[in-house]
Nanobody, 124 residues
Framework: QVQLVESGGGLVQAGGSLRLSCAAS????????MGWYRQAPGKQRELVAT???????NYVDSVKGRFTISRDNAKNTVDLQMNVLKPEDTAVYYC??????????????????WGQGTQVTVSS
């Protein structure tokens, strides 16, 4: 199977920066889309950013111009550089991998794979 391990969460002041990293491991041949989602207390999980294996990116409007998603296909990693952080960015951030092609014959979970989540807290 595939495992996603996240790192980089923490506490920062408003206006500061933070970089999240996620590494996928397992019998992976390729990953079509990797992305970051977040969920704040009392709110629905929302898409933050995605990036395809061809490096095409998409962002939720609220983070455009502030966040940058990137990936390394060879290493199966995806990063999220978060700049000019705001208190409303506070949430648990989850790494996601979809369209995962494996080198072995096995079932792939619907919805892809998810990391354990990492807390990002932006203080004002």
């Amino acid at each position: 199977q595939v495992q996603l391990v996240e790192s980089g969460g923490g506490l920062v002041q408003a206006g500061g920066s933070l970089r999240l990293s996620c590494a996928a491991s397992g019998s992976i041949f390729s990953i079509s889309v990797m992305g970051w989602y977040r969920q704040a207390p009392g709110k629905q999980r929302e898409l933050v950013a995605t990036i395809t294996s061809g490096y095409i990116t998409n962002y939720v409007d609220s983070v455009k111009g502030r966040f940058t998603i990137s990936r390394d296909n060879a290493k199966n990693t995806v990063d999220l550089q978060m700049n000019v952080l705001k208190p409303e960015d506070t949430a648990v951030y989850y790494c996601n991998a979809e369209g995962v092609y494996l080198t072995i014959s096995t079932l792939v979970p619907k919805g892809g794979y998810w990391g354990q989540g990492t807390q990002v807290t932006v203080s004002s």
